[in-house]
C-alpha cells in the first residue's frame, strides 16, 4: 500500500511517500528562517509559508519516490496536535487531492507519527526492529513530552506528561535566555553543553517527590531567568557552557527519574523515542543507559526523522488502516489544535 502523507502541523511543510514502514521518499520544507526573528513560530507567517511550499514539496516527493497520483493508494495528513492555521493547510490541500483523484483518506494524530517514526525503514528493509507489544514509547518534542503504553497497533494510553511546558520549549525557551536570538534553542544548548559541566549549578527539578508520572518545565526557566538575573555578565559569559549544561542536565533527569518508575510499575521489556528533542545525543546516552539497567530493548528514532516530518505520519497511517481507520475520499476532516492521544478522533 502506497501511501501520500502531508504533515503540517508546526514550522514544517512535509510531503512523503512510504510503503508500509519502508519510506520511498520523504520532503520537508524547513520555516526555521522565518521564525527565528521571532524566537517561535509566527503563526500568520507560518501558515502563509504551508500555502506557498505546499503544492512543490508534494510533486517533489512523487518525483522522488518516481511515482504518480495514480500509484498512490491513499492519503495519510495530521489533524492534530499542532498550530490550526497550519494544521488547516495540510488538511485543506488533502482533502482536494483525496477528492480528485477518490483516494481514501487516514487522519493521523501528530504524536502517534512521532511513536511510529521508531519504525521507519529504507528501502532495504533496515532497520529491522520488530513490534513486540506492549511497548513504552517516549515522545519528546517542542510541544510534548509524553510517556505512552503501546498495547498493540493504534491502541495507546498516556500513563505520565509534562503538566505545563514540554521539554523542547524549555530547551528553547532556556537557549532564548542565554543566547540571543537562539531558535529553535534544543541545538544551541546541545552544543553549548558539550564543553560544560552538568553539575556546575543543580536547577530545581520540579515534581520528583510527586507520585505520579507526570513531569513540570515551566519552572525550570524561571529559575534560570533569577539565576542570571543575580550573576555578574563577565562570569555568564564565561560559564555559559556550564549554565547550559546544568540546565539540560535538570530537563534530561527529570524525564529519566520519571521513566525509571514508569519501567518498574509497567514491567516495561522494550522502549521506543521519538520527537525533536530526541536528536539530542545526551538524551539517547541516557536513555540507552537506561535500557541496559533494566535489559529492555531500546530503538531510538534515527536523528534524521526525530524532527517533524511526513514519512512518520504514512508509516503510523499504514497501520491505522490494517485496524481498518481509512475514510472515504469525501469526508470531512477536522482539525484539532489540541487532539489527545487518549481520546483518539479517528480510531
Ligand atoms: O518534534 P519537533 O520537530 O516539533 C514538535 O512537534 O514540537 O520538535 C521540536 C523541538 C524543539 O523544541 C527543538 O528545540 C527540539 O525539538 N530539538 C532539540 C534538538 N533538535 C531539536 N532538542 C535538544 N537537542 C537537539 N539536538
Ligand atoms: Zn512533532
Redesign the pocket.
Known amino acids: 500500500m502506497k501511501i501520500l502523507a502531508i504533515d503540517t ?2 514550522d ?1 511543510t512535509s510531503a512523503a511517500i512510504t510503503q508500509g514502514r519502508i519510506i520511498l521518499s520523504n520532503i520537508s520544507y524547513s520555516q526555521i528562517a522565518l521564525h527565528a526573528k521571532w524566537g517561535g513560530i509566527f503563526p500568520t507567517i507560518a501558515k502563509r509559508a504551508h500555502i506557498k511550499m505546499i503544492e512543490p514539496v508534494i510533486q517533489k516527493a512523487l518525483q522522488k519516490a518516481k511515482v504518480t497520483f495514480k500509484n498512490i493508494d491513499a492519503i495519510a495528513i495530521t489533524y492534530g496536535p ?1 498550530l490550526a492555521p497550519a494544521l488547516q493547510i495540510g488538511i485543506q490541500k488533502a482533502q482536494e487531492i483525496a477528492k480528485i483523484n477518490t483516494l481514501p483518506i487516514i487522519p493521523v494524530n ?1 504524536i502517534e507519527g ?1 511513536i511510529y517514526s521508531a519504525f521507519a525503514q529504507n528501502r532495504n528493509k533496515n532497520p529491522k526492529r520488530e513490534f513486540t507489544f506492549p511497548f513504552l514509547a517516549i515522545v519528546v ?4 513530552t509524553e510517556f505512552i503504553i503501546v498495547k498493540k497497533h493504534v491502541s495507546y494510553t498516556v500513563v505520565g506528561y509534562s503538566v505545563d511546558d ?1 521539554a ?2 524549555a ?2 525557551k532556556g ?1 532564548r535566555l542565554l543566547v540571543e536570538s537562539s531558535y ?4 544551541v ?2 552544543k553549548l553543553s558539550l564543553h560544560g559541566n552538568n553539575n556546575y549549578h543543580i536547577f530545581p527539578r520540579a515534581m520528583m517527590r510527586d507520585k505520579t508520572n507526570n513531569m513540570s518545565f515551566s519552572g525550570l526557566k524561571t529559575s534560570l531567568k533569577y539565576y542570571l538575573d543575580k550573576k555578574d555578565t563577565i562570569d555568564k559569559l564565561n560559564h555559559i557552557n556550564d549554565i547550559a549544561a546544568s540546565y539540560q542536565e535538570a530537563v534530561f533527569k527529570s524525564i529519566i527519574k520519571k521513566l525509571n518508575n514508569v519501567i518498574s510499575v509497567y514491567s516495561i521489556k522494550c522502549m521506543v523515542g521519538g ?3 530526541m ?3 545526551y ?1 539517547r546516552k541516557l536513555l540507552q543507559d537506561l535500557s541496559k539497567n533494566h535489559t529492555m530493548r531500546c530503538y531510538l528514532t534515527n536523528k534524521k526523522l ?3 516530518n511526513a514519512a512518520m505520519i504514512g508509516i503510523a497511517a499504514y497501520y491505522k488502516a490494517k485496524n481498518n481507520i481509512i475514510l472515504p475520499a469525501n469526508t470531512n476532516i477536522d482539525r484539532v489544535p489540541r487532539a489527545n492521544l487518549s481520546k483518539l478522533e479517528y480510531s
Open positions: 502541523s508546526a514544517d499542532g501528530h512521532h518534542s517542542g510541544g510534548h514540554a523542547g520549549e530547551l528553547d537557549a529553535p534553542g534544543g541545538p544548548i546541545e520527537g525533536g528533542v536528536a539530542n545525543n538524551l526525530c524532527g517533524d
